[in-house]
C-alpha cells in the first residue's frame, strides 16, 4: 500500500471515529436512587432489651443490638458442626443456587455483548471469482481478456454515533438488569439457606417429640402392667385396666405422623442439599445441639433497603425501567450513521492492495423517522408506564421487607415467653403427675386421675419443646428478614477487591 493509500485509510478511519465526538447527554430520565425510608424503628412500642429467659433447654435470655452487622455465615452462630455441613454442601450441590448463578453469568454477557454497540464495527472480506464474458460484451479488464480470475480484498468500517444517547441507555437498562439478577442470585442463596435451617430445625424438633412420646409410651406400658397384674390379683378393677388400655393407644397412634413428618423433612433436607431421598445421611440432629446466639442484631431502617436482596433487586429493575423510557426517547428521534469501504481488486492476488487497485467509499446517513401510526409515541407511554409500576413495586418490596422484620422481632419475644410458660407447664404437670402417682399407690385417687395427670404432662412437655424449636426457627427468620449478611460473606468480600 503507498503512501497516498495509507493516507486514505487514515483519513476514513479519523472520519468514521470522529462520529464518537458527537454523542451528547442521553435522552430520558436519568436514574436517581430511591430515598431511604424516613421509618424510625420496625415496631410500634420500642424494642426490649432483651428476650424473656426461661429455665429450660434453649431458655437462655437473647439480647437486641441495635446496629449490631449480620455476620455473612450467620448459621454458624448456631454452634452446630450438623447444621454447618448441611449448608456447605447445599452451597455446592444445591440445583436452583446453580441456576441462578448460571442466570447471573448469562446477565453480565449480555451486558458485555450490549456494550459493544458503542464501539465502530469491523469486517474484512476476500472474494475470488473464476469468469469468461461473451464476446458480445466488452471485458471489464484493460487486457480485454474474456476469461479472467478476479480477486477482491474489502474492510468494512461501520459506525452509529449515539447521538441522543439511545445505544447508552440500552446499556444502561442491560447493566441494570444485570444487576438485578445478581441480586437475584443472592437472594436465592439467602433463601436456600433460611430453607435449610427451618428444615433442620424442625426435624430436630420431630425427633425430640418422637423420643419424648416412645419415652411417654414405655411408661403407660409399664403402669398397664402393674395394672394388669393388680386385676390378675383381685387388686384393680377391669374398667381401670381398659382406660390405661386406651390411653396407650392413643399415645400409640400418635407416633406414625410424627415419623412420617420427621421423614419429610428428612426428604425436604436431602433435596435442598442437592441429594436424592434417602442417599443423605441421617445426621441425628436434636434441638439439644443448637445453641441460640446470645445476640441478634437489629438492622438501622435505613441499611435495611441496602441489605435486603429482594429490594436491592427491586431498585435494579426500577433503574433498568427507567433507562427503558430513555431508549423509547430515542427511538423517535433522527439515527446517524457512517459507513466507509477500503479495499482492492485484481487479476492477481499480489497486486490487490497496489495503489492503481484499491477502490474506497466512505457515506453518512440520517433517518428520522415521520410515521410510524403512533407506534414510537406508544412504546414511549409504555415504558413510562412500566417505570410507574417498577417503581410502585419497589415501594411495596421495602414495605413488605419492613413488615417481615417486625413481625419476626415480635416473634422472637413471644417465642421467649412461650417458652418460660411451657417450661413452667411442664414443671407443674410433672409435678401433678407425681403426686397423683403417689396417691394412686396409697389408694387416695383412682387410675383415671393418674391418667388425666399423664396426659397433661405430655401435652406440656410436646408444648415446650415446640416452643423451643420455635425460637431456633424464628433467630433463622431473623437473619433472613436483615438480609443475611451476603455482604460479610468471604466470595464478596474477594469479588470486592
Known sequence: MGVRGRRRTAGLLGLVLSGALLGGCAVGPDFHKPAPPAAAGYTATPLPARTTGADAP???AQRFVQGLDVSGR???????????????QALKANPDL??????????????????????????????????????????????????YTLHTAQLNIGYTPDVFGGLRRQIETAQAQAEAQRFQTEAAYLTLISNLVAAAVQEAMLRDQIEATQSAVRAQAGALAVLRDQFAHGEAARGDVAAQESALAQLQQTLPPLEKQRIQQADLIA????????????DGLKLSDLTLPAELPVSLPSALVAQRPDIQAAEASLHAASAQVGVAVAARLPAFTLTGDLGGAATVFGQMLSSANQTWLVAGGVAQPIFEGRALLHRQRGAEAA????????????????QNVADTLQALQSDAAALAATAE??????LSLDIARRAFRGGQVNTLAVLSAEQAWQQAR?????????????????????????WNRADIAAASR
Open 271 to 282: 433435596i435442598l442439599t442437592g441429594q436424592f431421598p434417602g442417599q443423605a445421611a441421617d
Open 74 to 88: 450467620w448459621w454458624t452462630l448456631y454452634r452446630s458442626p450438623a447444621l454447618d455441613a448441611l449448608v456447605e
Open 462 to 486: 410436646i408444648a415446650r419443646i415446640q416452643a423451643q424449636a420455635a425460637r431456633c426457627a424464628d433467630t433463622a427468620a431473623l437473619f433472613q428478614a436483615l438480609g443475611g449478611g451476603w
Open 98 to 147: 446453580q441456576a441462578a448463578q448460571a442466570a447471573l453469568r448469562g446477565a453480565r454477557e449480555a451486558y458485555y455483548a450490549q456494550r459493544g454497540a458503542l464501539a465502530p464495527t469491523l469486517d474484512a472480506g476476500y472474494n475470488v471469482t473464476r469468469q469468461k464474458v461473451s464476446d458480445a460484451i466488452a471485458s471489464p479488464l484493460s487486457s480485454n481478456a474474456e476469461l
Open 425 to 430: 407447664a411442664e414443671r407443674s404437670a410433672a
Open 58 to 60: 434453649g431458655g437462655a
Open 387 to 402: 417505570y410507574d409500576q417498577a417503581a410502585a413495586q419497589y415501594r411495596s418490596t421495602v414495605l413488605g421487607a419492613f
